[in-house]
């Protein structure tokens, strides 16, 4: 099961406690997820793309407008979302599977199940034979897939992802996307995507939201229609893949133009 994302009319202010001085990170802003779907959020740094993550989360609420996970008003953390960042965020002093069994530790299942969970995951990932080692012995790339790991094995109907590609290497970062594509693929689960690489907006998303410089607001939004959903590096080698990038690119430089 997958769960569906709106986003109403969604405005968020910050203010400063002390000095009383607010600065509102995104305005009146809308779009959708629907149930399965891979949507990419882009926009220059500071629009408000982390923030839009952290209520949809329930870390924090929106000033104004709802944001709603199958039609139900989100206002605290919920155990179906997933949440994965740029770091890996493993605990070092726990291997591997120790760190992909810590979310299901607030489940009421046995600690046989938890690893079994655990451990189906690790197989997903190609990281099983590395289930007893700890995070400093594995590369970057694999304790991003097993923070992977760990975000699915609670089994969440959304996942979020704010840049969790962007501190590796070319390589190893191509290996990861298609890794996740095929992944996601599989499980059928919702995504929000943060990125500010427009071409892995491309090559990974269902649909792409552009956003304005801050206060962030909606400029755009488009399907991809490419073929290859599970195969990052075809996808990049269709004609069309260039033209998408191409408008991602005039519409944030354009942003860029009106705020000069």
């Not at 008003?73 to 919920?78: D, F, L, M």
């Not at 909606?218 to 229609?225: L, N």
């Amino acid at each position: 099961m997958t769960s569906s994302l709106d986003l109403q009319n969604i405005t968020k202010v910050f203010t400063d406690a002390k000095t009383g001085h607010s600065v509102t990170a995104v305005q009146d802003m809308s779009f959708s997820v629907a149930p399965g779907e891979l949507v990419a959020v882009v926009g220059p740094s500071g629009c408000g793309k982390s923030t839009i993550l952290n209520m949809v989360s329930g870390l924090y609420g929106p000033t104004e407008g709802r944001v709603l996970l199958d039609g139900v008003p989100v206002t605290a953390t919920r155990p179906e979302v997933g949440f994965m960042l740029q770091k890996d965020l493993l605990l070092p002093w726990r291997n591997i599977v120790q760190n992909v069994e810590f979310g299901l530790e607030e489940k009421k299942m046995s600690r046989a199940e938890r690893r079994a969970r655990a451990m189906a995951e690790l197989e997903r990932m190609k990281l099983a034979e590395f289930a007893d080692k700890y995070p400093h012995h594995l590369s970057g790339g694999m304790r991003q897939r097993a923070a992977l790991a760990r975000t699915l094995a609670i089994e969440p109907e959304i996942v979020l992802l704010d840049e969790p590609f962007s501190a590796l290497d070319a390589q190893t970062k191509l290996v990861l996307q298609r890794h996740f594509a095929r992944t996601i693929a599989e499980t059928g689960v919702t995504c929000v995507l943060i990125t500010h690489d427009l071409n892995e907006a491309v090559i990974l998303a269902d649909r792409v939201v552009v956003l304005s410089g801050r206060p962030g607001r909606v400029i755009d939004e488009f399907a991809i229609e490419l073929p290859h959903r599970t195969d990052p590096l075809k996808r990049s080698l269709e004609p069309q893949a260039g033209v998408y990038v191409k408008r991602l690119f005039d519409a944030l430089h354009l942003e860029d133009q009106d705020a000069a």
